[in-house]
């Protein structure tokens, strides 16, 4: 079985749970004023706040939905981290030290900064709020998928206990508390990643056995009848042959079918280098699996099957649905691409989470310093993830139901060391990015909604008190969310926050920032249009009708998946032309 509780995973998880939960209270007796709870007082060295902007990107998507669609597709996950990745360039070129300029505790600070209308406030806050919540869903379907490895627990218990511990590390220490568990989680995260690339590059590649296939029953649907066979489904007489409705025996899969000639007598090449490693896996054959999902006499069936596919296919774009756009030939499917890595590009400097930690720091110079920081630890993580990912395609302990999986199994076929390290590691990566969420969605409810919009004078304690009901109310909110959406692969669903992110927020913040002729009208309509148009978009396209509402693709009212090459684009021309026809009434408002 591939799913059993193990104790050193447990003594592992709890203890660095205790820790984070110590560390939370121990600083919360520091962060008692407004300032504090949102932004650390500013007090955070430069260096810390680098890792922590580490710890706050590096999310669940990052290494459990990264990792996972390198393990089943090959090279095009890889495709995400180079979009996260690039997206850091325009957060320190355009956004890093100008934002911390303008700003004080949230987003919308940023963009009132020059204005002091609470129509900003309030379209600021909603976009701070949505993308918030699209960014949770997918950390809390990681903290799901962990759990059941980790501790033998379903996954609704993961997800129901991630929510609850991170309501108390928030409610304690708020930022301060959020900032030293992102720099410990992103260091750590890190470190242990590169002991798991260079003991799968001191593996090297072996051909192993081949497994069995499997369908089996994740979203708990009590009609669907578990089958085995080497070929996929077996239907005797119309009648599934399998194990009973609702038992789960997986076997885990993932293998290098043929090596290159050098290699065929010893059927392992020992260790390698990295540049080795890709070489000798592209000239290989390697087993990988396909799905399709099926109803047969009333059953609802998944049936996985396996595929001989030559390694130089695997390491090229194009093998993901997402990314067939690279070499097909259908212009809608290049459009889909570029559009996401749009989106991808857009994304990072426009995330609540990421541009509140730039208050959490002295000054611009330590604003700049800290994403540079950032961009070296993430970057390297990304290259990591590469290996990771690979050598997961390959090991054997691949779980074909839940690409979630793949680095935590992963490790787990090294030893039970490594497994519980990396499990828990993971864990506290999903509390940490959670944590930065639920801080930026507080802040917006607490000093904006409530604050400037409603224009309810409030001390800093009351702030912080009403920050933290809000907090409970939104981690309430992600749980049900995660529990909605079981299943779903990680970094897939992230792509939606940054397409939302980078269409209300991106244009808005680069036009105040460069040009003078922005309106406070220009930026309300803009962060609207860009907001419900991305939404809009996202609930009414193929892949939300085929793997969220369980609706044929083709009925869908929207073919192209990824809006961002029509959203973002439309969310700066709408600030502009807004502006345009704006400016005249300002100017003579100032006036009189």
């Given at each position: 079985m591939i799913y059993e509780s193990n104790l050193l995973a447990i003594g592992v998880f709890v203890s660095i749970v205790a820790l984070t939960l110590g560390l939370s209270f121990y600083l919360g007796a520091k962060a008692k004023s407004s300032e504090g709870f949102f932004a650390a007082g500013g007090t955070i060295p430069w260096f810390v706040n680098?890792?922590?902007?580490?710890?706050?990107?590096?999310?669940?998507?990052?290494?459990?939905?990264?990792?996972?669609?390198?393990?089943?597709?090959?090279?095009?996950?890889?495709?995400?981290?180079?979009?996260?990745?690039?997206?850091w360039v325009v957060a320190l070129l355009v956004i890093a030290e100008p934002l911390k300029r303008m700003g004080k505790y949230t987003f919308a600070d940023a963009l009132d900064s020059r204005f002091g209308s609470k129509g900003i406030k309030l379209v600021a806050s909603l976009s701070t709020l949505l993308v918030s919540i699209f960014y949770l869903i997918p950390q809390m379907v990681g903290a799901g998928a962990l759990v059941k490895p980790l501790l033998g627990l379903p996954y609704s218990?993961?997800?129901?206990?991630?929510?609850?511990?991170?309501?108390?590390?928030?409610?304690?220490?708020?930022?301060?508390?959020?900032?030293?568990?992102?720099?410990?989680?992103?260091?750590?995260l890190v470190v242990f990643s590169l002991i798991l690339t260079v003991m799968i590059l001191n593996r090297g590649l072996e051909v192993r056995e081949p497994m069995s296939a499997l369908?089996?029953?994740?979203?708990?649907?009590?009609?669907?009848?578990?089958?085995?066979?080497?070929?996929?489904?077996?239907?005797?007489?119309?009648?599934?042959?399998?194990?009973?409705?609702?038992?789960?025996?997986?076997?885990?899969?993932?293998?290098?079918?043929?090596?290159p000639?050098?290699?065929?007598?010893?059927?392992?090449?020992?260790?390698?280098?990295?540049?080795?490693?890709?070489?000798?896996?592209?000239?290989s054959k390697i087993e990988v699996w396909t799905e399709a999902k099926s109803t047969v006499d009333g059953f609802a069936t998944r049936t996985f099957t396996p595929k001989i596919t030559e390694g130089r296919e695997l390491l090229q774009p194009g093998n993901h649905p997402t990314f067939k756009g690279i070499r097909g030939e259908r212009?809608?499917?290049?459009?889909?691409?570029?559009?996401?890595?749009?989106?991808?590009?857009?994304?990072?400097?426009?995330?609540?989470?990421?541009?509140?930690?730039?208050?959490?720091?002295?000054?611009?110079?330590?604003?700049?310093?800290?994403?540079?920081?950032?961009?070296?630890?993430?970057?390297?993580?990304?290259?990591?993830?590469?290996?990771?990912?690979?050598?997961?395609m390959v090991s054997g302990a691949?779980?074909?139901?839940?690409?979630?999986?793949?680095?935590?199994?992963?490790?787990?076929?090294?030893?039970?060391?490594?497994?519980a390290a990396i499990s828990a590691i993971a864990f506290t990566t999903v509390l940490g990015t959670v944590s930065g969420l639920i801080i930026a969605s507080s802040g917006t409810i607490a000093h904006d909604l409530v604050g400037s919009v409603m224009g309810i004078e409030l001390s800093g304690d009351k702030q912080v008190r009403i920050a933290k009901i809000a907090s409970v109310a939104v981690g309430v909110i992600?749980?049900?969310?995660?529990?909605?959406?079981?299943?779903?692969?990680?970094?897939?669903?992230?792509?939606?926050?940054?397409?939302?992110?980078?269409?209300?927020?991106?244009?808005?913040?680069?036009?105040?920032?460069?040009?003078?002729?922005?309106?406070?009208?220009?930026?309300?309509?803009?962060?609207?249009?860009g907001l419900f148009s991305s939404l809009g978009w996202i609930l009414l396209c193929a892949d939300t009708y085929a793997k969220v509402y369980g609706l044929p693709a083709s009925d869908a009212w929207i073919q192209l998946s990824q809006p961002g090459i029509f959203t973002i684009p439309l969310g700066f021309i709408t600030v502009w032309l807004t502006s345009l026809a704006t400016s005249k009434a300002d100017k003579q408002s100032i006036s009189v």
């Amino acid at each position: 079985m591939i799913y059993e509780s193990n104790l050193l995973a447990i003594g592992v998880f709890v203890s660095i749970v205790a820790l984070t939960l110590g560390l939370s209270f121990y600083l919360g007796a520091k962060a008692k004023s407004s300032e504090g709870f949102f932004a650390a007082g500013g007090t955070i060295p430069w260096f810390v706040n680098g890792i922590a902007f580490a710890g706050d990107y590096l999310s669940a998507a990052s290494f459990l939905g990264i990792c996972g669609m390198i393990a089943f597709f090959g090279y095009d996950g890889f495709l995400y981290s180079i979009g996260y990745l690039a997206g850091w360039v325009v957060a320190l070129l355009v956004i890093a030290e100008p934002l911390k300029r303008m700003g004080k505790y949230t987003f919308a600070d940023a963009l009132d900064s020059r204005f002091g209308s609470k129509g900003i406030k309030l379209v600021a806050s909603l976009s701070t709020l949505l993308v918030s919540i699209f960014y949770l869903i997918p950390q809390m379907v990681g903290a799901g998928a962990l759990v059941k490895p980790l501790l033998g627990l379903p996954y609704s218990v993961g997800v129901v206990m991630v929510g609850g511990i991170v309501i108390l590390i928030v409610c304690t220490a708020g930022m301060v508390s959020t900032t030293y568990v992102q720099f410990i989680k992103g260091g750590l995260l890190v470190v242990f990643s590169l002991i798991l690339t260079v003991m799968i590059l001191n593996r090297g590649l072996e051909v192993r056995e081949p497994m069995s296939a499997l369908e089996s029953n994740p979203d708990n649907i009590s009609d669907v009848m578990l089958v085995q066979s080497r070929e996929g489904a077996r239907w005797i007489d119309g009648k599934p042959q399998g194990t009973r409705p609702g038992e789960h025996d997986l076997r885990a899969v993932g293998r290098v079918a043929e090596l290159p000639e050098q290699y065929k007598s010893s059927k392992q090449t020992g260790p390698l280098g990295p540049l080795e490693y890709l070489r000798v896996l592209s000239q290989s054959k390697i087993e990988v699996w396909t799905e399709a999902k099926s109803t047969v006499d009333g059953f609802a069936t998944r049936t996985f099957t396996p595929k001989i596919t030559e390694g130089r296919e695997l390491l090229q774009p194009g093998n993901h649905p997402t990314f067939k756009g690279i070499r097909g030939e259908r212009f809608i499917e290049r459009l889909d691409f570029i559009s996401l890595m749009l989106a991808l590009f857009g994304g990072t400097a426009s995330l609540p989470h990421i541009l509140i930690r730039y208050y959490t720091v002295k000054d611009q110079a330590s604003a700049r310093k800290s994403t540079i920081v950032g961009i070296a630890a993430i970057g390297f993580f990304y290259v990591l993830t590469l290996y990771i990912g690979l050598g997961a395609m390959v090991s054997g302990a691949l779980d074909v139901t839940d690409p979630n999986m793949a680095a935590p199994l992963l490790a787990k076929s090294f030893g039970s060391w490594l497994f519980a390290a990396i499990s828990a590691i993971a864990f506290t990566t999903v509390l940490g990015t959670v944590s930065g969420l639920i801080i930026a969605s507080s802040g917006t409810i607490a000093h904006d909604l409530v604050g400037s919009v409603m224009g309810i004078e409030l001390s800093g304690d009351k702030q912080v008190r009403i920050a933290k009901i809000a907090s409970v109310a939104v981690g309430v909110i992600a749980i049900l969310l995660g529990l909605l959406f079981e299943g779903m692969n990680v970094a897939f669903l992230v792509g939606w926050a940054f397409c939302i992110a980078a269409s209300a927020n991106l244009p808005s913040l680069v036009m105040l920032l460069f040009w003078k002729g922005t309106t406070k009208q220009g930026v309300i309509v803009g962060v609207l249009v860009g907001l419900f148009s991305s939404l809009g978009w996202i609930l009414l396209c193929a892949d939300t009708y085929a793997k969220v509402y369980g609706l044929p693709a083709s009925d869908a009212w929207i073919q192209l998946s990824q809006p961002g090459i029509f959203t973002i684009p439309l969310g700066f021309i709408t600030v502009w032309l807004t502006s345009l026809a704006t400016s005249k009434a300002d100017k003579q408002s100032i006036s009189v």
